[in-house]
């Protein structure tokens, strides 16, 4: 039967905004697309070159007969839209019908197609048709598209380098792959698989096949709904995070959309677990009713809009908290050898691997100006362990931080500890740190502060430009309960000042002006609050940081063991590491080899 409809030319033209083939990820993004509608369970994508010398899709679908086979390629030919509103919901992918035309238009293909009984072979040049014969009669579509802008070198010289090409469509495929996971999604370039999934519908497999099994085991899943939205999925440990946001995948009604607030909320939801330049890996399924959303349907984009935004955030935010507190999140020592990690698939993350320590700056700039110990930097490391099946998770992630107890002190920096389970080593400085940030904070929040006189009011002299500014901006110390005035030529006199601010004063005081210039008209309590308390905890974290006693250590971990968060320092670093019994037998290279009684 024929299926493919010559489109309306409304239609068509409100669709075809702007061109459609662009780059290689276009031309695999069409192609795979149409393997989806034509209700294939398996997808290959074959890649030459990153799909610049050839990309070939093998699926099993219905197929086409002889009549559509030709029709699409015509311009205007689609079977996805039935009338314009379908335009508005997410029941179809694809519906770009001239983009196979357009792709043809500039490259060499070949499709075999059969429904199952006569195979039909169409070979177009140029988007001229060259030849129509009969073909394989395996039930599917091989559509190979090959020397991409052939005929259009001006277009060819855009193309990006062969590693942009590449990523690109891997991240493309990754996402489908997580969106899909009932489709099995091969993805390979010059014979090399990159992504191989098992169409099992377990989208944690899919996780495992994209950033391996580490990773996967170190997913939480997620799950939560209010009255118009059903959300589940997974979300990393804070313990992993990744240097750009391309792994927070949402997926709304099956379809990868983006959307920014999405991705802010859930990453605002991990502050203080991790640094807030890092992003957690999370793949979120929403179902909706697709009234509910405007998708955009520029053909290139998947941005998407929700008309009950407030409240799918509150209980995305809801749910990333609730996942991620109450529960023992102490990373565990890397003891495996790097070898085993080294030679990896092409991924956009793994990028990461250069990355050094630099989203911990502004501590260790604080550190390094104190001149503390140097912090050791913080390696990010991609563990990827093959042969651990995901399903056995050693750890016992439920409940709170452990009972721990110290043995001894290292360079008055690192404490370290043991239960019947292992060892732990926890960093004094970022340990004082956090359970300091939780008690200010909670000052700063009390309703009444109330204020404190200065015995010896503090005059600060500011430039002409910052006097200005404090000028038009002196109410916002004055509701932080500050007595503040003017005094002389650019200055200030601070006379009072809230009860929280304990320790150093003075260089507390001033680092409070100095949030307040910057920050003027865009001043925000919460953040502020933030900025203020992590401040001061690190200054009184640093006088602090001595040789302890046994009886200090004790109480330090138990203040700690009592914070909301007590993995991380303020800045997201971790306070506590852990080494399991097992780990230090694999370390000494005692396990498997003798036992140890
Ligand atoms: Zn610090
Ligand atoms: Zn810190």
């Given at each position: 039967?024929?299926?493919?409809?010559?489109?309306?030319?409304?239609?068509?033209?409100?669709?075809?905004?702007?061109?459609?083939?662009?780059?290689?990820?276009?031309?695999?993004?069409?192609?795979?697309?149409?393997?989806?509608?034509?209700?294939?369970?398996?997808?290959?994508?074959?890649?030459?070159?990153?799909?610049?010398?050839?990309?070939?899709?093998?699926?099993?679908?219905?197929?086409?007969?002889?009549?559509?086979?030709?029709?699409?390629?015509?311009?205007?030919?689609?079977?996805?839209?039935?009338?314009?509103?379908?335009?508005?919901?997410?029941?179809?992918?694809?519906?770009?019908?001239?983009?196979?035309?357009?792709?043809?238009?500039?490259?060499?293909?070949?499709?075999?197609?059969?429904?199952?009984?006569?195979?039909?072979?169409?070979?177009?040049?140029?988007?001229?048709?060259?030849?129509?014969?009969?073909?394989?009669?395996?039930?599917?579509?091989?559509?190979?598209?090959?020397?991409?802008?052939?005929?259009?070198?001006?277009?060819?010289?855009?193309?990006?380098?062969?590693?942009?090409?590449?990523?690109?469509?891997?991240?493309?495929?990754?996402?489908?792959?997580?969106?899909?996971?009932?489709?099995?999604?091969?993805?390979?370039?010059?014979?090399?698989?990159?992504?191989?999934?098992?169409?099992?519908?377990?989208?944690?497999?899919?996780?495992?096949?994209?950033?391996?099994?580490?990773?996967?085991?170190?997913?939480?899943?997620?799950?939560?709904?209010?009255?118009?939205?059903?959300?589940?999925?997974?979300?990393?440990?804070?313990?992993?995070?990744?240097?750009?946001?391309?792994?927070?995948?949402?997926?709304?009604?099956?379809?990868?959309?983006?959307?920014?607030?999405?991705?802010?909320?859930?990453?605002?939801?991990?502050?203080?677990?991790?640094?807030?330049?890092?992003?957690?890996?999370?793949?979120?399924?929403?179902?909706?009713?697709?009234?509910?959303?405007?998708?955009?349907?520029?053909?290139?984009?998947?941005?998407?809009?929700?008309?009950?935004?407030?409240?799918?955030?509150?209980?995305?935010?809801?749910?990333?908290?609730?996942?991620?507190?109450?529960?023992?999140?102490?990373?565990?020592?890397?003891?495996?050898?790097?070898?085993?990690?080294?030679?990896?698939?092409?991924?956009?993350?793994?990028?990461?691997?250069?990355?050094?320590?630099?989203?911990?700056?502004e501590e260790e700039k604080v550190l390094e100006n104190y001149l503390i110990k140097e912090e050791e930097p913080y390696q990010v490391k991609e563990n990827i362990e093959n042969d651990i099946e995901i399903s056995r998770?050693?750890?016992?992630?439920?409940?709170?931080?452990?009972?721990?107890?110290?043995?001894?002190?290292?360079?008055?920096?690192?404490?370290?500890?043991?239960?019947?389970?292992?060892?732990?080593?926890?960093?004094?400085?970022?340990?004082?740190?956090?359970?300091?940030?939780?008690k200010f904070k909670k000052e700063m929040g009390r309703p009444n502060v109330s204020s404190i006189a200065l015995l010896f009011p503090i005059i600060i002299e500011l430039s002409n430009n910052d006097f200005i500014i404090?000028?038009?901006?002196?109410?916002?110390?004055?509701?932080?309960?500050?007595?503040?005035?003017?005094?002389?030529?650019?200055?200030?006199?601070?006379?009072?000042?809230?009860?929280?601010?304990?320790?150093?004063?003075?260089?507390?005081?001033?680092?409070?002006?100095?949030?307040?210039?910057?920050?003027?008209?865009?001043?925000?309590?919460?953040?502020?609050?933030?900025?203020?308390?992590?401040?001061?905890?690190?200054?009184?974290?640093?006088?602090?940081?001595?040789?302890?006693?046994?009886?200090?250590?004790?109480?330090?971990?138990?203040?700690?063991?009592?914070?909301?968060?007590?993995?991380?320092?303020?800045?997201?670093?971790?306070?506590?590491?852990?080494?399991?019994?097992?780990?230090?037998?694999?370390?000494?290279?005692?396990?498997?080899?003798?036992?140890?009684?």
């Amino acid at each position: 039967m024929q299926s493919i409809k010559i489109m309306d030319e409304i239609l068509a033209n409100k669709i075809a905004a702007g061109e459609v083939v662009e780059r290689c990820a276009s031309v695999v993004k069409e192609l795979v697309e149409n393997s989806i509608d034509a209700g294939s369970t398996e997808i290959k994508v074959e890649l030459k070159e990153a799909g610049t010398k050839e990309i070939k899709v093998i699926d099993n679908g219905k197929g086409m007969g002889k009549e559509d086979a030709v029709l699409a390629f015509s311009r205007h030919a689609t079977s996805k839209i039935k009338d314009e509103d379908d335009l508005y919901h997410l029941a179809t992918l694809g519906f770009r019908g001239e983009a196979l035309a357009s792709i043809a238009a500039v490259s060499k293909v070949d499709l075999k197609t059969s429904e199952g009984s006569i195979g039909t072979h169409v070979i177009i040049n140029g988007g001229k048709i060259k030849e129509v014969g009969k073909g394989d009669a395996r039930k599917g579509t091989i559509i190979t598209v090959s020397e991409l802008f052939y005929n259009t070198p001006a277009r060819l010289k855009h193309m990006k380098s062969l590693y942009t090409e590449l990523a690109s469509i891997t991240d493309y495929m990754n996402k489908l792959a997580l969106s899909r996971p009932d489709i099995r999604f091969t993805l390979s370039n010059n014979d090399n698989i990159s992504l191989q999934t098992d169409g099992s519908g377990n989208q944690l497999k899919v996780i495992k096949s994209i950033h391996g099994s580490d990773v996967a085991r170190k997913m939480i899943k997620v799950a939560g709904e209010n009255d118009d939205y059903s959300v589940t999925g997974y979300i990393s440990k804070p313990e992993i995070h990744r240097s750009s946001r391309n792994n927070m995948v949402t997926i709304v009604n099956g379809r990868v959309v983006r959307n920014i607030d999405i991705n802010r909320v859930i990453n605002d939801a991990y502050h203080s677990y991790k640094p807030d330049n890092r992003y957690p890996i999370t793949v979120l399924n929403i179902e909706v009713d697709p009234s509910v959303i405007d998708v955009n349907i520029h053909p290139t984009k998947m941005d998407i809009k929700f008309s009950k935004k407030d409240t799918l955030l509150e209980l995305l935010k809801n749910i990333v908290i609730e996942a991620i507190s109450h529960r023992n999140l102490i990373p565990k020592a890397e003891v495996f050898p790097k070898e085993k990690y080294e030679n990896l698939s092409l991924d956009l993350e793994r990028e990461s691997k250069i990355i050094t320590n630099d989203f911990y700056k502004e501590e260790e700039k604080v550190l390094e100006n104190y001149l503390i110990k140097e912090e050791e930097p913080y390696q990010v490391k991609e563990n990827i362990e093959n042969d651990i099946e995901i399903s056995r998770d050693e750890e016992n992630n439920e409940g709170e931080m452990p009972e721990m107890y110290p043995v001894g002190l290292v360079h008055g920096t690192y404490i370290i500890c043991q239960n019947e389970k292992g060892m732990y080593i926890i960093d004094q400085h970022a340990a004082k740190e956090r359970c300091n940030y939780e008690k200010f904070k909670k000052e700063m929040g009390r309703p009444n502060v109330s204020s404190i006189a200065l015995l010896f009011p503090i005059i600060i002299e500011l430039s002409n430009n910052d006097f200005i500014i404090l000028k038009e901006n002196m109410q916002i110390l004055k509701d932080l309960k500050f007595n503040v005035e003017e005094f002389g030529i650019n200055s200030v006199i601070v006379k009072e000042h809230p009860a929280w601010i304990t320790g150093d004063v003075e260089y507390t005081i001033r680092k409070i002006i100095e949030i307040v210039i910057a920050t003027r008209k865009d001043f925000d309590i919460e953040k502020f609050n933030e900025k203020v308390a992590t401040m001061m905890s690190c200054k009184k974290a640093i006088k602090a940081n001595t040789n302890i006693t046994m009886e200090e250590m004790e109480a330090l971990i138990n203040d700690l063991r009592k914070c909301k968060n007590p993995y991380n320092c303020p800045h997201g670093r971790p306070t506590t590491i852990y080494y399991s019994n097992y780990d230090l037998e694999k370390l000494f290279k005692r396990s498997g080899f003798d036992t140890i009684k």
